[in-house]
């Protein structure tokens, strides 16, 4: 059956550190995989998007990389702040055709002061 | 832009009790999707429309819940009778049709809490 994992347990690192979140999948074949952030109380808010033809992606302090053969996404916060404190979400799309996405269970960053 | 909008933002009822969630997606997007998120099964996807056809349902726990979108600018989730199992956050998304557009917007969620 399709799974998307990531890992349950919070992370939780110091300001100003790289913080890494990982996401793996099994039984997929997607042509892309996306990155949300969720706050409590909030609709999850997207981040970042890579294709299955695209190593790495960057966006100011974040980096995305994908790696198909592996099965995985890495989700890098470089220089992390406290405000970076919340649950991200790794999605991906089935099949060719079904446009809905598929998100993984999430994972709880605290950034300590 | 406002955003995709969900209304009401808490309900609280009681078992056997119907219950309609409504949300009012992003002008010009295409697509609408209903999610429930829990604490033990994560963000699940239940159901969704492409210029308001449905063209998955799959994910629709049971024949109690049904959704409709009579139109670009709404649409509905019912769910009849309502059971404490179906405590959950419910959210609405929605995106512009494909290419570079595939991004969804939530909704911030419908807190449903079956007594």
């Known amino acids: 059956s399709q799974k998307i994992e990531q890992n349950s347990e919070a992370l939780n690192i110091q300001e100003g550190k790289t913080a890494t979140l990982t996401c793996n999948y099994t039984?997929?074949?997607?042509?892309?995989l996306q990155w949300y952030r969720q706050d409590p109380g909030r609709g999850p808010v997207f981040l970042l998007l890579?294709?299955?033809?695209?190593k790495e992606k960057r966006k100011e302090r974040l980096k995305v990389t994908f790696d198909t053969t592996l099965k995985q996404s890495l989700f890098h916060i470089t220089a992390s702040q406290p405000a970076d404190s919340a649950t991200y979400l790794c999605?991906?799309?089935?099949?060719?055709?079904?446009?809905?996405?598929?998100f993984g269970s999430g994972t709880r960053l605290q950034v300590q002061p | 832009d406002a955003g995709v909008i969900q209304s009401p933002r808490h309900e609280v009822t009681e078992m056997g009790q119907e219950v309609t969630l409504r949300c009012k997606p992003i002008?010009?997007?295409?697509?609408l999707f209903w999610y429930r998120q829990t604490m033990m099964r994560g963000l699940e996807l239940l159901i969704y429309?492409?210029?308001?056809?449905?063209?998955?349902d799959s994910g629709m726990p049971e024949d109690r819940f049904s959704a409709k979108m009579p139109n670009a600018s709404f649409s509905t989730l019912k769910i009849q009778p309502s059971e404490p199992r179906d405590s959950a956050v419910y959210f609405c998304?929605?995106?512009?049709?494909?290419?570079?557009?595939?991004?969804?917007?939530f909704g911030s969620g419908t807190q449903l809490s079956v007594l």
């Open positions: 429309f492409n210029n308001n056809v449905p063209i998955d």
């Open positions: 039984n997929y074949s997607p042509a892309y």
């Open positions: 890579i294709r299955e033809n695209e």
């Open positions: 002008s010009g997007h295409d697509y």
């Open positions: 998304a929605s995106r512009a049709a494909g290419g570079l557009n595939e991004k969804l917007f």
């Open positions: 999605a991906l799309a089935g099949d060719t055709g079904r446009r809905a996405l598929t």
